[in-house]
């Protein structure tokens, strides 16, 4: 038999005076769990983790052989003697807390879906997202595409890989972000407006819009602290109807949207906007190159100045890119405008503020 | 010289030249011929390989094209077998421009990325100063420390370092960049996109100096790439095509041409073959009013009065 605590950390004495008033539970099966994988190892240790729970713990070699019993559902009473085991109860216990060893008579805890997930480029290579240090936009990812037959769940990524055309950068002078200028517009845009990327709101396909938008709203509600503008990357036109939900609140939504034939209803003066950006005007352009849509981008600085007149009558309150389809080469084109398009709408925002 | 019957050259396979132009091989062209030639290189791209593929392609759109062949050949591909890096690229690109010239040809590059561009002209400034115009969504203009590093994102700025090159015309410069690029330097003029949308093809060839050769870049996203998709860095908001064929056909029967080339275009990103025949249809403006360059070649103390209006501009 093994004596596996004899080369790990000594058990506390105070736990083991406990440990002999209680009832024996050395009968007790356990099984060692299917999510554990070694993560890493080194000389004399290795760290286990649970993919599906996320929890990591770091065991001795002999403590590890120990724990490679319970591949089969076994009882500690049937592998160690008595006062082994009595040794071991701490290490036990950690290993059950870490969902190593499982009770195969215990329902485990339910995996807590993540709010966030990392993402392989941050828009413009800005900073990420840190909610100690708000920033005046805030991008974040929404790669959902269940609402319709948009195919869009690589649009935040291909958007945020196009953009590290436009590295964000500051002033070496005043640490001030610098903005960039539009050659279309002759003017200089976003400077000394900070931005972060706060990654993608984490998508489980399958699941219900509901379900989705709690953690939508959990997201957004970090992002907006602190007055940041969100920035959200879609998703198709169904990320638009589940983010305004949680920016207006209870007050009635006011969007404007500038469609996919490059019209942009222009809302009540005054009145603070969701400003919606249907991507699709790139598949409408490139699928017609003589439709309205292509007309629209042929003269980008027309649009552009209508974008930012538009921040100059209404607050712009948050921003979103929805519809790139990425499907076909079109998605390539669309991801070029909607990096243009995100900097004026949010110079467009500024403006507002 | 008598010129082959267009569609002479097989169809497929073998040597199809750019229009059914004369082969260079067999017919020695006339003085003052528009002399293309493919580069069929893509390494100075920095962001994707696919424009070695355009020589073949802007080929293959020229067929359904008929275009004058009296003052005009084709000088096949630049073979870049066994040749590696930029250096190398550019100098057996020059090679195939040296012998346009000693046949006192007008050099047409086919690219290939715009890093080529460098080599047409650093062997035409040599003899005689040049105005560059430089058509492009992009200035070109990223740093160069004179090193060997070379490529399509600076090649303009080592190219300004060129003395014979007295006068640089950036058109299409657009979009939002890093930092203002509209000033490049004491040679240069930049017209970005959106002010060349205000101005007339008349108006923008005001600009460019009347009695001094001009060597026209064509690097094909000046183009709006929803007309012309198939290029590695697109920019929305480019120029309709009718506006460059507007401008090369008043360039032509206007200015003094001291060699052109259309570089960039990428047929792996293409749709069909739009940005190909696109690019066959700017090559096809400026063959079909070449004779108005063997005019001012002939004459060239005249210099040919100014000619806005031509019959042989063709259909948009
Ligand atoms: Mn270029």
């Given at each position: ?7 790990s ?14 009832p ?79 009770d ?74 610098c ?10 845009i ?5 931005l ?8 489980e ?15 957004l ?44 209803a ?88 | ?21 004369p082969?260079?091989l ?43 062949a ?57 003899t ?11 200035t ?35 979009g ?30 005001e600009?460019v ?63 069909k ?44």
């Open positions: 038999m093994l004596d596996p605590g004899s080369s950390t000594p058990p506390d004495p105070s736990f083991d005076a406990d440990a002999r008033t209680e024996r539970d050395d009968d007790r099966l356990l099984v060692l769990s299917d999510d554990v994988v070694i993560e890493s190892e080194g000389p004399g240790y290795l760290v286990l983790a649970n993919l599906e729970l996320s929890t990591r713990v770091r065991l001795s070699r002999p403590l590890y052989e120990f724990v490679r019993l319970f591949r089969e559902p076994s009882r500690v009473a049937d592998l160690v003697p008595g006062e082994v085991r009595q040794r071991l109860k701490p290490q036990l216990e950690m290993l059950m807390a870490k969902h190593v060893l499982l195969p008579d215990v329902e485990g805890p339910r995996r807590e879906l993540r709010l966030r997930s990392n993402v392989a480029y941050r828009f413009c290579n800005s900073p990420a997202f840190d909610p100690r240090s708000p920033t005046d936009f805030t991008i974040i990812g929404l790669p959902c595409d269940s609402e319709s037959d948009c195919d869009s769940r690589l649009a935040p990524e291909a958007l945020r890989r196009k953009s590290l055309d436009y590295p964000f950068r500051r002033a070496i002078e005043n640490n001030l972000p903005g960039w200028f539009d050659a279309d517009t002759g003017r200089w976003l400077k000394g407006a900070s972060s990327d706060a990654g993608d709101i984490a998508i396909h399958g699941e219900s819009q509901a379900s989705l938008f709690v953690r939508v709203d959990k997201v509600e970090e992002c907006r602290q602190g007055g940041s503008t969100p920035i959200i990357l879609g998703g198709d036109r169904g990320a638009t109807e589940t983010a305004l939900k949680t920016v207006t609140g209870n007050g009635a939504p006011t969007i404007a949207r500038l469609r996919a034939d490059g019209s942009l222009v809302p009540d003066i005054g009145k603070a906007i969701y400003l919606s950006i249907d991507l699709a005007i790139a598949s409408a352009a490139y699928s017609d190159p003589r439709s309205k849509a292509a007309e629209t981008l042929a003269t980008l600085s027309d649009l552009k100045e209508r974008v930012v007149a538009l921040g100059r009558t209404n607050p712009i309150i948050a921003i979103d890119l929805v519809g790139l389809d990425m499907r076909g080469d079109a998605g390539r084109l669309g991801a070029a405008l909607g990096c243009e398009l995100a900097l004026t709408a949010m110079e467009a925002a500024c403006g507002s503020s | 010289m008598a010129a082959p019957e267009p569609g002479a050259y097989p169809a497929d396979g073998g040597r199809a030249t750019l229009f059914g132009w082969d260079a067999a017919v020695s062209p006339q003085p003052g011929s528009l002399c293309a030639f493919g580069a069929p290189s893509d390494t100075g791209n920095a962001i994707s390989r696919g424009a070695a593929l355009a020589p073949a392609a802007v080929r293959k759109a020229s067929r359904k094209h008929d275009v004058p009296e003052f005009a050949s084709d000088f096949g591909d630049v073979d870049f077998r066994g040749r590696t890096g930029s250096a190398q690229h550019l100098e057996v690109t020059a090679e195939t421009v040296r012998r346009i010239m000693e046949l006192k040809g007008i050099p047409l590059l086919i690219g290939g990325d715009h890093s080529l561009t460098f080599a047409p002209i650093s062997l035409l400034q040599e005689r100063d040049i105005c560059l115009l430089w058509l492009d969504a992009h070109d203009f990223s740093p160069w420390d004179g090193q060997e590093f070379h490529n399509h994102k600076q090649v303009l700025r080592r190219i300004e370092t060129l003395p014979g090159v007295t006068r640089i015309l950036q058109f299409g410069y657009r939002v960049t890093v930092g203002d690029e509209r000033r490049l330097g004491p040679k240069s003029s930049v017209v970005t996109s959106a002010e060349m949308q205000c101005r007339s093809p008349s108006e923008l060839l600009m100096p009347p009695a001094m050769p001009c060597y026209i870049s064509i690097d094909i996203d000046v183009i709006d790439p929803f007309h012309a998709p198939g290029t590695s860095a697109p920019v929305p908001g480019g120029l309709v095509p009718d506006t460059v064929i507007a401008l090369l056909g008043l360039l032509a029967r206007n200015r003094t041409i001291a060699g052109v080339d259309v570089v960039e275009v990428n047929p792996a990103m293409d749709r073959d739009d940005t190909a025949r696109i690019a066959a249809r700017l090559i096809e403006t400026l063959a079909a009013n070449w004779s108005f360059q063997i005019e001012r070649q002939r004459f060239p103390a005249n210099g040919a009065p100014e000619i806005q209006q031509s019959p042989k501009e063709t259909a948009p």
